[in-house]
C-alpha cells in the first residue's frame, strides 16, 4: 500500500532545513529510504525515532521535486509527510512550516472534480530525462503527470489514480496526456536545440485494447506536423497482451502510423520470452528492479545471480536489430559505469534527474550541467 504524502506546488524555495516525518512506516521501509538517500548522495544530518514516528534531517536543498519522486517511488507504508522551514525540533512541529497539511485521498476524490481537472487543464506535464549515457546528454523525456489541485497542491499520481480508474476515466486521461505529447513536440520541432528529443508516453493497458483511442490517435497524429518516430509509446509488461488480440492488432496500428513502441518495465512480470516472439518493439526498457537487485542484494550470492540476469537480459536486447535498449532506475555513478562497460548507450534515473515540471526542463536543456544539480 502506498503512503500518503503531503505536498504542494511550491517547490523551488530554499530552506535551512527539510526534514521527512514518517508516521506508522514499516521499519523496512525507513531502512531502505535512509540507504537511498545514502546512496544519491543526500546529507543526512539526524534520524529521530519517537514512538511510531521517525523524523530523518537534510542538509538544505535547492529543490525538492526530487524528494518527491524518490518518496513516491518508494511507495512507503504509513503516512509521509515533508517539512520544510527554518529551523526544526521533533519535539515542537510548529517550528517547521507545513507546505501541505494533508494530502488528498482517492476514496475524497469526487467523479466531477476529477472530470473538472481533466477538462480545464489541472494535470499538468512533468518530464524525466533519457540520456545518452556517454555524454550525459538527453535523447529525450518520459512524459508523467501531475494535478495542481486547487486546495491540495501538487498530487502524485497514487493520490488520485485510483479515482481515475474508478470513474472509468483513463481513456480521457490517456487522450489528454497523448495531445500533450504532441503539442510537445511540435513546440520543440521549431527548435534547432529539441527539434531531435523524443517524447514518451505512458498507455494505459484499457485504452490499448480500446479502438476509440487508437482511432483518436490516427486523427490527432495526421492533424500535427510532426515527426511521429520522435513520439513513443509506452507499453507496461506487466499488463499482459495476447497474441492476435485487440491489443496486438492496435500496437500493430500504432506502428503503422509511424509512432514508436516501447516496452516499459520489460522484466518484472512473467513474460519476456513470450512478447518477442510475436511483438516487434522499438523500444524496450529494463525494469528498475533489475538494476536495483545488482547492486543492493541483501547477499553476494543473490548480487552475483542478479548481475547475471541483468547482462543476459542487455546481451539479448543487444543483439536485436532495431530495438534501442534503454535502462531505469539508475541511482548512482557505480550503475551507470557498469552499464557503460556492458555496451549500455541510454539510461534513465535519479542520477541525472528526477521528474520536473516541462518548463524546467525547457529552462534548463540548453545548459544540461545546471540541470544535473537541480535535484
Not at 524555495?13 to 508516521?23: A, G, Q
Not at 522551514?85 to 485521498?105: K, P, R, V
Not at 490517435?217 to 515527426?227: D, R, T
Not at 547477499?299 to 546481451?315: C, F, G, R, T, V
Request: net charge negative.
Amino acid at each position: 500500500m502506498r503512503g500518503n504524502l503531503a505536498t504542494s506546488s511550491v517547490l523551488s524555495h530554499r530552506y535551512d532545513v527539510t526534514v521527512i516525518h514518517l508516521s506508522n512506516a514499516d521499519e523496512n521501509d525507513v531502512k531502505r529510504l535512509i540507504t537511498r538517500l545514502s546512496i544519491i548522495n543526500r546529507d543526512i544530518v539526524s534520524v529521530v525515532k519517537a514512538g511510531n514516528n521517525v523524523y530523518i534531517k537534510l542538509k538544505s536543498i535547492n529543490d525538492h521535486q526530487w524528494l518527491i519522486g524518490l518518496i513516491e517511488d518508494e511507495a512507503l507504508s504509513g503516512t509521509t509527510t515533508t517539512f520544510y522551514g527554518q529551523q526544526f525540533d521533533t519535539t515542537n512541529s510548529s517550528d517547521a512550516q507545513f507546505i501541505s497539511l494533508n494530502a488528498i485521498s482517492g476514496g475524497k476524490i469526487g467523479y466531477e472534480e476529477m472530470r473538472y481537472a481533466i477538462d480545464n487543464n489541472e494535470i499538468i506535464v512533468f518530464t524525466q530525462p533519457i540520456l545518452d549515457l556517454q555524454n550525459e546528454k538527453p535523447l529525450g523525456v518520459e512524459m508523467l503527470c501531475r494535478w495542481q489541485h486547487p486546495e491540495h497542491g501538487l498530487l502524485l499520481p497514487y493520490h488520485f489514480f485510483n479515482a481515475i480508474n474508478a470513474f472509468n476515466l483513463s481513456l480521457d486521461l490517456d487522450k489528454y496526456m497523448f495531445k500533450n505529447a504532441c503539442d510537445l513536440l511540435l513546440k520543440w520541432q521549431t527548435d534547432s536545440a529539441t527539434k531531435t528529443l523524443t517524447v514518451s508516453v505512458n498507455i494505459n493497458a484499457n485504452s490499448l485494447s480500446n479502438n476509440e483511442f487508437i482511432d483518436y490517435v490516427s486523427e490527432l497524429v495526421a492533424s500535427y506536423n510532426i515527426q511521429r518516430k520522435l513520439l513513443r509509446v509506452e507499453i507496461t509488461e506487466t499488463g499482459y497482451i495476447y497474441k492476435d488480440s485487440q491489443s496486438h492488432r492496435n500496437i500493430t496500428r500504432l506502428q503503422e502510423l509511424g509512432l514508436a513502441i516501447s516496452l516499459d518495465d520489460f522484466g518484472a512480470g512473467t513474460t519476456i520470452l513470450g512478447y518477442l516472439t510475436y511483438l516487434t518493439p522499438n523500444e524496450i526498457k529494463i525494469d528498475r528492479g533489475l538494476i536495483n537487485a545488482a547492486f543492493n542484494a541483501e547477499n553476494s550470492e543473490k548480487k552475483s545471480i542478479a548481475i547475471k540476469m541483468l547482462l543476459s537480459m542487455i546481451d539479448w536486447i543487444t543483439s536485436m536489430d532495431n530495438v534501442q535498449l534503454v535502462v531505469e532506475g539508475i541511482e548512482y555513478k557505480e550503475q551507470a559505469e557498469f552499464l557503460k562497460n556492458h555496451n549500455v548507450k541510454v539510461g534513465q534515473g535519479y542520477l541525472f534527474g528526477f521528474p520536473t515540471h516541462v518548463d524546467q526542463f525547457e529552462e534548463n536543456f540548453k545548459n544540461w550541467s545546471d540541470l544535473k544539480n537541480v535535484k
